[in-house]
């Protein structure tokens, strides 16, 4: 593990202001607009215990007389998925900030606890090296690469002995 739990970071506003420094540098560079809701939603992702969905992120931004709409929250973290900074977990259609940058090709492997709800996030070079020999077979080119596993985190573990 990167020694990263999403929702579990007892330093999430550290990791918020990262996160957030780390996106403006990358808009910076790459000449792309930071906007206000970009960054709201990044804020708000970042600042969460736990994966949120994008119409549970839409109801947080909202104020009375000023509804932030589910699709602007889509395209917004489209955004940020794209850049790294944020990455969405398919089986809780949820998701999570990144403070880290990855590597080029770099899969991600999200261990979900189905006790705690946490997640955290790792890289496996081993399963990847065999993964990319099957797609190779298959002749497939993959856009990404996130696989999932869910099971018992060792905090929760350790609790039950």
């Known amino acids: 593990m990167h020694g990263h739990e999403h929702g579990a970071d007892p330093h999430h506003h550290a990791h918020d202001f990262d996160v957030v420094a780390r996106a403006e540098d990358l808009c910076r560079a790459r000449d792309l607009q930071f906007t206000r809701l970009r960054r709201d939603v990044l804020e708000t992702v970042a600042a969460a215990q736990g994966p949120l969905g994008a119409y549970d992120i839409a109801e947080r931004l909202s104020v009375p007389g000023r509804r932030v709409a589910a699709v602007s929250v889509y395209r917004a973290l489209d955004f940020l998925t794209e850049l790294g900074l944020v990455h969405r977990i398919a089986s809780r259609n949820a998701f ?9 090709g770099e899969g991600l492997v999200f261990l979900i606890c189905r006790t705690c709800g946490g997640i955290g996030e790792t890289t496996a070079r081993e399963f990847e090296a065999g993964l990319d020999r099957a ?9 990404s690469r996130i696989v ?12 039950q002995v």
């Open 135 to 143: 797609l190779d077979r298959a002749g497939f080119k993959p856009a």
């Open 148 to 159: 999932e596993v869910e099971g018992e985190c060792g905090a929760c573990r350790e609790r």
């Open 96 to 104: 999570v900030s990144c403070a880290h940058e990855h590597g080029a």
